[in-house]
């Protein structure tokens, strides 16, 4: 499928789930995901973006002096997530966007979030020279997913579910990210791996000029 078709297939996919993601995801982020979205929000600076914002469930966890801003495939989530940003008083600059094609300049951000988003994007690789493209030198890059385990048993049974989950959401279970932070030029600052190695939490920095 080529990179315009399946992010179509994608949008189509995350607006279909929009209406009950939140009540999808709470077991799983209080079990597998336990503190993950506060290890974001405690390393987060400044000028933040993050991509793939779904329904803003990280809002929450951001402090309240970074300037937030978030992008995301799907029209409906960020329905969604506007009415989080409302519910909690919080100011966000939320819009609708592909994460291959940012539409910021280079340089604009100071730190670059994508929270359980490359797991599902298209071309991943892509996605992370793109936000490492917008991040200023010496900024941040906080990447969450679950990823390819380090334990063979494990990973046998993540690509099997691929079979499922690829050909009808576009999800992907053994995908791992760090290879491609590295190739797009970022340094690893801390790369925590948890939960049979299925889940990693990812910062990474931009060299400074």
């Given at each position: 499928m080529d990179a315009?078709?399946?992010?179509?297939?994608?949008?189509?996919?995350?607006?279909?789930?929009?209406?009950?993601?939140?009540?999808?995801?709470?077991r799983f982020e209080r079990g597998i995901l336990s503190g993950s979205r506060e290890w974001i929000g405690s390393r987060a600076r400044g000028r933040v973006l993050e991509v793939a914002v779904g329904t803003g469930?990280?809002?929450?966890?951001?402090?309240?002096?970074?300037?937030?801003?978030?992008?995301?495939?799907?029209?409906?989530?960020?329905?969604?997530?506007?009415?989080r940003a409302a519910e909690l008083g919080r100011a966000v600059?939320?819009?609708?966007?592909?994460?291959?094609?940012?539409p910021f300049g280079d340089g604009s951000f100071d730190t670059?979030?994508?929270?359980?988003?490359?797991?599902?994007?298209?071309?991943?690789?892509?996605?992370?020279?793109?936000?490492?493209?917008v991040l200023r030198p010496g900024g941040s890059l906080l990447l969450l997913d679950h990823?390819?385990?380090?334990?063979?048993?494990?990973?046998?049974?993540?690509?099997?579910?691929?079979?499922?989950?690829?050909?009808?959401?576009?999800?992907h279970f053994t995908r791992r990210q760090e290879p491609l932070v590295r190739a797009a030029g970022l340094e690893i600052v801390a790369d925590e791996r948890q939960k049979?190695?299925?889940?990693?939490?990812?910062?990474?920095?931009?060299p400074a000029a």
């Open positions: 315009g078709r399946a992010t179509a297939r994608q949008r189509r996919v995350w607006d279909r789930a929009a209406p009950d993601y939140d009540r999808s995801m709470a469930r990280s809002f929450a966890f951001y402090a309240d002096e970074v300037a937030l801003t978030g992008v995301d495939l799907s029209p409906e989530m960020l329905d969604l997530a506007r009415r600059d939320l819009r609708q966007g592909d994460a291959e094609r940012l670059a979030v994508c929270a359980l988003g490359l797991c599902s994007i298209p071309r991943p690789s892509v996605a992370i020279a793109e936000l490492a493209r990823v390819g385990s380090t334990w063979p048993p494990v990973f046998a049974l993540q690509w099997l579910l691929e079979r499922i989950t690829i050909p009808t959401a576009g999800e049979l190695g299925m889940v990693e939490r990812l910062h990474a920095a931009k």
